[in-house]
């Protein structure tokens, strides 16, 4: 039999229910290994969906919400800001209560909570109930990304996590693409408020599916020792000895930040942010005003973009992968696809210069499956992250990446107010995807682990 798998030093009680660490494990198979690994993906995928129609909601009521509640392009750029300000202040709080508490305490709180907060969406009266409710969405999503990243990191071996981030990542717009056209139809049909109802109670239901079946590896009841074996030889798993309990610092913090693997990601990740933000906010609103679409048009267009992302992010991981294989080079691997989606995402500029609704859709479409695949970053994050500090490093990560969640709303809202028009919006947008590429071609440098003393 397995030997019996034992509790770690940090772990929260929280972490496993108490029958389960007798039996945590099946006798040891010798013969084909257990697949538990792709549930677990399965469940990170599924959270990751929920997690972006919980944050792209206000984007797809946001033309009905503001002539009911007043609200003007300037403003509204400030509400959609107000989710990031919260959003990238919580990331190095929430990547060390992640090292802290584990990833199954850690993304059960923050499921509940970020759906409760859209849920409260739909009784918004006035700007401040809604900049309050924002505020809360984004402190409560904080966890998710650091927590997937953490996730894959221990449940697959390294030539598996490509794949597995694209899957999961694919969550972000697959649901929004599927989805998206039954949001339009409940905006529609029952006013604005109704789509906070629906998707916030269904996250709240999802939160308990997670805490009834995750389990970290060593703990989960169904996975056997041949799987095990077969993620630790790919540097997936805890150590042996369990986690290293290690306190933040801003020392740590710093240290990090100086490396040029983290601070190249960083910079890249908040350029590939930069157009996902564009298509979670302002983009509706671009098809109604600029390009003048009837709502159930921009419902039916906007469809397209987010399945062409959805193709992105799977392709660059499937393409990462073959490359590793291929290559054995994690450089070419992992930063190729990367720079060759954000140069993609660059190209959203050229839908200043047609006329036609489906050339543009199609421009964007092809931006939008650019921006797919900087998803990969995560997978870099999780190639380069110090093992004892893969929550901080997260955190980190997912605070600079984030930055753009607040300054692009901000950016564009100030634009459309200022000028009437889109076209510098989509030239910002263009060119700090060619800044993100440039920093992975120049600054990220090697992508290996890096440790700190």
């Known amino acids: 039999m397995p030997a019996q798998p034992h509790r770690h030093a940090v772990d929260s009680p929280l972490d496993h229910d108490s029958a389960s660490v007798g039996d945590a494990r099946p006798l040891a198979q010798a013969g084909k290994r257990t697949h538990v ?41 400030i509400v959609f800001s107000a989710f990031s300000w919260t959003y990238a202040l919580v990331q190095v709080p929430g990547g060390v209560f992640l090292d802290r508490f584990g990833s199954k305490v850690t993304y059960f709180l923050a499921l509940t909570f970020w759906s409760l907060f859209t849920l409260l969406q739909g009784f918004a009266v006035g700007l401040k109930s809604l900049l309050l409710f924002r505020f809360g969405l984004g402190i409560s999503e904080a966890p998710c990304f650091p927590t997937n990243s953490r996730v894959v990191a221990t449940w697959f071996p390294q030539h598996e996590r490509a794949r597995a981030t694209g899957i999961y990542t694919v969550g972000e717009y697959l649901g929004l693409a599927c989805f998206a056209p039954s949001i339009f139809w409940l905006v529609a049909t029952y006013g604005w408020r109704a789509p906070f109802f629906v998707v916030g109670g269904i996250g709240i239901a999802f939160a308990i599916v997670w805490w009834l079946v995750y389990r970290e590896p060593h703990h989960s009841r169904t996975v056997n020792k041949a799987e095990l074996d077969y993620i630790a030889a790919g540097g997936g798993l805890e150590p042996e000895g369990g986690r290293e309990t290690v306190k933040f610092s801003w020392a740590n913090a710093g240290k990090l930040m100086r490396m040029r693997q983290i601070s190249g990601a960083c ?55 073959v490359l590793l294989k291929r290559t054995g080079s994690a450089n070419i691997a992992r930063k190729l696809p990367i720079i060759v989606g954000l140069l993609g995402a660059s190209t959203i500029i050229a839908a200043n210069y047609v006329q036609s609704d489906t050339t543009v859709i199609a421009i964007l479409s092809l931006a939008f499956f650019g921006q797919g695949m900087v998803g990969l970053g995560w997978t870099l994050i999780s190639d380069i992250a110090p093992k004892h500090l893969m929550g901080l490093t997260g955190g980190l990560f997912n605070l600079c990446a984030n930055l753009a969640g607040i300054i692009t709303p901000l950016v564009i809202g100030f634009i459309v107010a200022a000028t009437g028009s889109f076209f510098y919006a989509l030239a910002y947008v263009a060119a700090a995807a060619l800044i993100g590429a440039l920093s992975y071609i120049f600054i990220v440098g090697d992508v290996h682990r890096v440790e700190i003393t």
């Open 37 to 77: 690994r792709f549930i677990v993906l399965a469940l990170l995928a599924l959270c990751t969906m929920i997690n972006y129609l919980d944050r792209t909601v206000l984007g797809i009521a946001a033309p009905a919400m503001t002539k009911e509640l007043g609200i003007g392009a300037a403003v509204m750029g």
């Open 267 to 321: 910079l890249g990740q908040f350029a590939g942010n930069t157009t996902l933000v564009f298509f979670l906010t302002w983009f509706p609103t671009y098809l109604a005003t600029e390009r003048h679409m009837g709502w159930l048009k921009v419902g039916f267009f906007a469809i397209m973009p987010f399945l062409a992302a959805a193709v992105g992010v799977m392709f660059g991981g499937w393409i990462s992968d």
